[in-house]
């Protein structure tokens, strides 16, 4: 069991089980069966979103007024940079 903040207070045994079923006893709350947790799945994922398993993670270094200009694009100036690189490699091949 975690561990609780000073001052809580739990409900006695007999508390408890009036609590469940004061809960069991509500036609709108109606517990899940196993079959419905199992279709149960998270609505959002937390963290960074998984890479496309593609790309490699490199340090680069920028002219700073390359870099200034690219940035002051907004969100996604990273992968601008990408898609300018990439449109070279395209034109140089």
């Known amino acids: 069991m975690p561990k609780l903040k ?3 207070i ?3 045994p007999t508390e408890d089980a ?6 069991l006893a509500d036609p709108d709350a109606v517990p899940f ?8 799945k998270p609505l959002v ?3 960074r979103p998984l890479g496309s398993g ?3 993670q490199v340090t ?4 700073v007024e390359v870099l200034e200009k690219f940035r002051a ?18 034109t140089h091949a």
Do not use: C, M, Y
């Open 54 to 56: 593609t790309k490699a």
């Open 10 to 12: 739990l409900p006695t």
């Open 60 to 63: 680069l270094r920028l002219d």
């Open 33 to 40: 069966t196993e079959a419905e947790w199992e279709k149960v």
């Open 18 to 23: 009036a609590i469940t079923a004061a809960a």
């Open 73 to 90: 694009s907004g969100d996604g100036w990273q992968t601008r940079i990408n898609e300018a690189l990439k449109s070279w490699v395209q």
């Open 6 to 8: 000073a001052g809580t």
């Open 45 to 47: 994922r937390r963290g």
